[in-house]
């Protein structure tokens, strides 16, 4: 089973509840969480974590509070919180 290895793909977790997700990863309450859709966009990374905020790496994932796309189809718009 050697040759497997190079298939194992990250497993993600279906996390839609954002307080479970801060709870998986280890995160207080009321911080915040980025999410940055395609593209590099370091500064805009480097700013936001620079004021305690928390990127979010699964693109796919309804939990954060700032979503960072191009593309108005990358938006759930049916899961986004009215806040």
Same mark, same amino acid.
């Given at each position: 089973?050697?040759? $497997? /290895? ?5 497993? !993600? ?10 709870? +998986?990863? *280890? ?9 940055? $859709? /395609? ?5 805009? !990374? ?10 979010? +790496?699964? *693109? ?24």
């Amino acid at each position: 089973m050697e040759r $497997n /290895k190079n298939y194992i793909k990250e497993v !993600k977790l279906n996390i839609t509840d954002m307080k479970e997700w801060k709870k +998986k990863n *280890r995160l207080e309450p009321s911080t915040k969480v980025f999410i940055i $859709n /395609k593209g590099g966009y370091g500064d805009i !990374k480097k700013a936001l974590k620079s004021r305690g905020w928390v990127e979010n +790496k699964d *693109r796919d994932s309804p939990c954060f509070d700032f979503l960072w796309t191009l593309m108005t189809k990358d938006v759930v718009h049916n899961n986004l919180e009215p806040h």
